[in-house]
């Protein structure tokens, strides 16, 4: 008989999620024989959707996510046995990098390259949020203090690294322009074009700059055919959704509706 662990491990195998699998899975079981809870590392979305499907594979078990504010990309998530009548925390604290603005404007690319540089591991970080002058760093507790005593340089700016609290993140306001448009076929490179405003041939080079994901997981061939609910997410462009797709024009072009998130 096919174990939940085989199944699980089996559907993912050789797929971007494999490896992220095996661990949760790992996680899962763990919190059945303590019969209490497990804590994972953070997840970006398509780890979390891992995690929903492990956990709905144990009957035993519920999966709560919290990113440390209402509307966090990135966040853990908790493994917690039906039995368990505690409170289980999530281990997030934030940190604020601020800096004169004034003679340098920092990236989300700068803020994580300098974290990187550090030695610190992606899975202990959750969002980076930048303003004028300051980013907030969503992290592990313990990861939040190494922060504070480390970092002291963003790019090519000198920072100062201060606690903060989590209470203070307003939820994430997510800006939506709605997108009609026809295109040739469903392939992944004419729906991104469409919904990023960009050339076709454009998007193709993107995608194989491995800039472009498919429900956050890479996208491998300009081909690819997308459907009704897929995300397409690229690198400094935000996220376009499929929302609709609407039936043919005289024209033989097929309609689409998209709503993209800036």
Known sequence: MTTAKEKIIRFYKGTEGEETAVRLVDLAEQALRSQKFRLTAFLDPYGQEIAETVAANYDALTVRFDGGYPGAERQ???????????????????????WNDEFCRLSHRDVLGALMGLGIERETLGDFLLTAGCVRILADKRMAEFLLSNCTQIG???????????DSIAPREE??????????????????????????????????????????????????????????????RGRVEVAEVRGKTKKGRTGIFLKRYI
Do not use: Y
């Open 175 to 236: 800006r939506c322009k709605e997108i009609s448009a026809t295109v040739a076929s469903l392939r992944i490179d004419a729906v991104a074009a469409a919904g990023f405003g960009i050339s076709r041939s454009r998007a193709a080079s993107d995608i194989e700059a491995d800039k472009l994901k498919l429900n956050w997981q890479p996208v491998k061939n300009a081909a690819q055919a997308v459907k009704a609910g897929d995300i397409l997410s690229m690198r400094g």
């Open 76 to 98: 853990r998530v908790v493994f917690l046995h039906r039995d368990f009548g505690g409170a289980p925390s999530f281990e997030i604290a934030v940190v604020k990098a601020v």
């Open 156 to 166: 090519g700016a000198a920072v100062q690294m201060e606690p903060g609290t989590l």
